[in-house]
Structures are given as structure tokens and as C-alpha cells.
């Protein structure tokens, strides 16, 4: 991911953007003991949907994130695919993905087959608004690990969902691998936004990002699921020099009113608008994520630090609790739905 140009700033001084801050990542708790960092929490990368998100390792000269749509389809940043040193793009067998992926454990990975990208994207543009629209691109795995991985489902943000994100009805989410943490994934969440550009193509938020982060998911959690609504290409700053982080809209792969190229290349895999899947039965990622759950039960005061992850029971009657004050159905389950509903009790 490289830095924005300094002329993106009368650019995005005329879109008038409202920054919030972003509470709720900087009271994330881990139980392994790891710290938040810059306002993101260490998650179990063994968890979905967590697991649906990995790193794209290029060729032994660095990484970006990435993230499956599909059995073995994933969508990264373009510039990634780069190489610089030798100012070429890279080969497919230069390129290896890993889903799950904390420090040395790495069971769920491919190689690349292939990938698609936008033809129109040039490197040696730089990081501007106008290079980050084209800034996609769609790797085919050799495997297809998102059987055992999951994979997120696609949507396409439109104001009524904004409204809804803005009124603490869903919740954005942002997972990567960060240069300062590279081998272990973070997140942030409750992320605000801080407006569109280029007709929507373009979306801010203002969770913390860096390079590593380029290539990652924007998450939507909504409707008792999570979808991914963008892709993060461009490190942007508003008028008042505050760092926003900026994501290529999913809307530009719609086949109502997407850019072809892009609609195309999507249309050509097994992606869908619909809602994601997770792990399949018998898998090393989790279905349901429990350590995540158990964190954000601690961190809220609904579960004590000595009774985490030790005690069926104990987490079942701190989600009862947790249920209860938020007037929840009071069954006490772990689901994906309740992981959404304890993160957006986070974010306040």
C-alpha cells in the first residue's frame, strides 16, 4: 500500500468529510495476552469469518491481504501484484495464498493459478483517487481451500445500509495483516464513515490501516451476517489531516451499474450476492467463533478472565446475561449473529 500524494488533499477537502473517532477497536481484548495495537485487537485467524480473510505472499518480497469469495477465488488489491524491484507484474506462481494464517501455522493454503486484474490499472500512476478505481484484482487458487476456510458473501452498500451503519443498526468491521503485526491478523471495528466519492465507487473510513492492510475486506455486519462491501486500495487523509483509510466500493462489480471489466471478472467465478459460508464440517477453522465471542464477553465485564474459554457453562450464562440487557431471545448460543451483536455492544 503506498502513500497518497499530497494533491489528494484538495480533492477530499471538497467532499467534506465528517471524521468520528473510532471507540470501539481500542477496547478489544485478547486472552492470549497480545496487546491492541494502533487501535486494532489480534483475532483468532482460525475463526469465521476471521478464516476467510489471508495473506497474499509475494514471491518472498512482502505481502498483502486478501480474502475469499468463492471456494478458490479471492480478491486482492491490484498493486500488489506488482514487483517494483524489476518493475514487472508478477507471475501466478509467484503468489501464494494463506487462509488462517497466525504466525507459524498455516494449514489452509494454495498456490495461484491465475488472476484477473484491471487492464486499464498502472502502477507507475501512484496512489491516486483516480488509480485506486481501478486498483482490483481476482485470483484463481490451485486449491480450493475455501471449503475449509469459508468465504465471504458480496453486497453492495447502498445509502438505506449507510443510514443503518450510522445508526448503530450494522456495523463495519476491518481484518488484515498489518506491516507492524505481519504474522498475526487484526481488526478493527465500528469503523465510521467518511463519505463517497467517484459516485459511490469510493468509500472512507476512518479504522486504522497501514501497509500490509492493502487488499483487505471492508466488512459489513448486517442482518445477522457478514459481507464484504469493499476492498481497501489507498491510504487518503481529510482536510483537517486526519488519516482515512480508503476502500474500493463492491458496487463497481455489480452487474447493475458496475464497471464491465470488473462485473465481468466477477461474474466469471462462483462469487455470489448473497450471504458467505463458512468453514465446512470437519475443517481446522472454526464455524463458530468462540474465542472471539469469549473475548468481547470479557472485555464487556460479562465473563471473567479466569472463566474464559475453560467453561461451556460460563459462557453460555454470560450470554444470557449479555441478551438479556440487550433484549435479546435469551438462549444463551454462540452463533455469528450473537459475534455481530456483542461487536456493535463494542463499538459503543
Known amino acids: 500500500m503506498t502513500k497518497p500524494f499530497a494533491d489528494l ?12 473517532l473510532c471507540l470501539a477497536a481500542g477496547q478489544g481484548f485478547a486472552l492470549d495476552g497480545s496487546i491492541a495495537t494502533a487501535g486494532r485487537v489480534e ?20 505481502h498483502c491481504t486478501g480474502f475469499l469469495v468463492s471456494e478458490r477465488h479471492v480478491i486482492t488489491a491490484a ?11 508478477r507471475a501466478p506462481i509467484e503468489l501464494h495464498f494463506i ?21 486499464t490499472f498502472n502502477y507507475a500512476d501512484g496512489a491516486t483517487i483516480q488509480s485506486a478505481l481501478r486498483d482490483w484484482a481476482i485470483l484463481t487458487l490451485e486449491k480450493p481451500i475455501g471449503l475449509k476456510a469459508g468465504w465471504l458473501g458480496l453486497k453492495k452498500l447502498d445509502s438505506l445500509m449507510m443510514s443503518r451503519v450510522k445508526a448503530g443498526d450494522a456495523l463495519l468491521v476491518q481484518a488484515g495483516y ?7 491478523m487484526t481488526a478493527g471495528w465500528g469503523c465510521a464513515f467518511g463519505g463517497f466519492s467517484r459516485g459511490g465507487r469510493l468509500i472512507t473510513h476512518d479504522c486504522n490501516v497501514i501497509k500490509g492492510d492493502s487488499g483487505s475486506p471492508l466488512i459489513l455486519f448486517a442482518d445477522g451476517g457478514f459481507y464484504a462491501i469493499g476492498l481497501h486500495v489507498i ?18 462489480f455489480h452487474p447493475d451499474g458496475g464497471r464491465r471489466d470488473a ?8 462469487a455470489r450476492w448473497a450471504m458467505g459460508k463458512p468453514p465446512g464440517q470437519g475443517s481446522e477453522a472454526a464455524i463458530v467463533p468462540l474465542r472471539t465471542i469469549d473475548s468481547l464477553l470479557v472485555s464487556l465485564g460479562y465473563l471473567p478472565v479466569r472463566e ?14 449479555f441478551q438479556k440487557d440487550r433484549g435479546l431471545p435469551r438462549d444463551g448460543r454462540a452463533s455469528l449473529e450473537v459475534l455481530g451483536k456483542l461487536l456493535l455492544a463494542a463499538a459503543r
Open 308 to 321: 474464559a474459554q475453560q467453561s461451556q457453562e460460563a459462557r453460555v450464562q454470560a450470554l444470557k446475561r
Open 235 to 252: 491510504d487518503l487523509r481529510s482536510a483537517q489531516e486526519e488519516p482515512l483509510a480508503g476502500v474500493l466500493s463492491f458496487s463497481l
Open 99 to 119: 487462509a488462517g494464517y497466525q504466525r507459524d501455522r498455516f494449514i489452509l493454503h494454495s498456490k495461484v493459478a491465475s488472476y484477473r486484474r484491471a487492464e
Open 178 to 184: 498489518r506491516r507492524d503485526r505481519a504474522h498475526v
Open 263 to 270: 462485473a465481468s471478472a466477477l461474474s466469471s467465478t462462483s
Open 9 to 20: 488533499r484538495a480533492a477530499l477537502k471538497t467532499l467534506g468529510f465528517a471524521m468520528l
Open 43 to 62: 483475532i483468532n485467524a482460525m475463526e469465521y469469518p476471521w478464516s476467510a480473510v489471508g495473506r497474499v505472499n509475494t514471491g518472498g518480497r512482502g
Open 79 to 89: 498493486h500488489c501484484l506488482f514487483d517494483p524491484t524489476v518493475g514487472r507484474w
